[in-house]
């Protein structure tokens, strides 16, 4: 089975739609989390995540669409979640608070959670992609999000993956990022894509919607 995998889309719909469009064809697509927060198109990324995902975990952003002041510390995150407040309806949110913390796919074989299996809002960075083999007991593969950082490995056998992030990436490469889970070989494959797309466009966006500067300025450098 090929596994579509995408990740901490972050309201950024220019970039979504760019995924979409590039990624080669797939049995299933999934998301690992943070649909909404920081950039201008909260409920349009919700529908389309909603219509064109199997399966969605929740990410930190996507469990505070209702408290944007949790987030008060952060103004770039602050104003995104007030934004996607204001923005979505009912509906959306109620989507959004029934999203589990973690996913079972491919018969079993794979985890997916946007943070750490075992800890909420942990970072799990590429080099620490190790400590996850004792998470993997039961799993051929895990899929992981939230550092916005592309890495996959194989370790003891078990695949590993974070596919990047759709319309923040802070890896260095602006270019939206995502990635194909091959589920039969053993181990399993990934393959990472990078795609490029419209940032003028979204920089703009952000300041229509009166977002701070930053938050536009970050995607041309990806960080
Ligand atoms: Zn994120």
Redesign the pocket.
């Given at each position: 089975m090929r596994l579509g995998v995408i990740s901490?889309i972050?309201a950024n719909l220019v970039a979504l739609e760019a995924v979409l469009e590039d990624m080669p064809p797939v049995d299933r697509l999934v998301c690992a989390g943070?649909v909404i927060?920081y950039n201008p198109w909260p409920a349009e990324c919700v529908d389309l995540v909603r219509e064109r995902c199997s399966a969605t975990v929740e990410?930190n952003?996507d469990r505070n669409a209702d408290t944007p002041n949790r987030y008060s510390m952060n103004e770039m995150a602050h104003e995104g979640l007030k934004l996607a407040s204001e923005e979505l309806n009912e509906g959306q949110l109620e989507w959004l608070r029934s999203l589990p913390r973690s996913v079972d796919l491919a018969d079993d074989r794979v985890l997916m959670v946007h943070d750490h299996p075992e800890h909420v809002d942990q970072y799990v960075r590429p080099h620490s992609f190790p400590k996850m083999r004792p998470y993997l007991d039961d799993h051929d593969a895990c899929i992981l999000?939230?550092t916005?950082e592309q890495h996959e490995a194989t370790i003891d056998g078990r695949l590993i993956l974070n596919p990047g992030?759709v319309g923040?990436p802070r890896d260095g490469d602006p270019r939206a990022a995502y990635a194909v889970v091959d589920t039969a070989p053993d181990p399993m494959t990934a393959h990472l894509h990078r795609v490029e797309y419209d940032i003028a466009a979204v920089q703009a966006a952000c300041r229509e919607a009166g977002l701070p500067s930053r938050t536009g300025e970050r995607l041309a450098q990806g960080r």
């Open positions: 901490d972050h943070d927060g990410g952003h999000g939230h916005h992030s923040q």
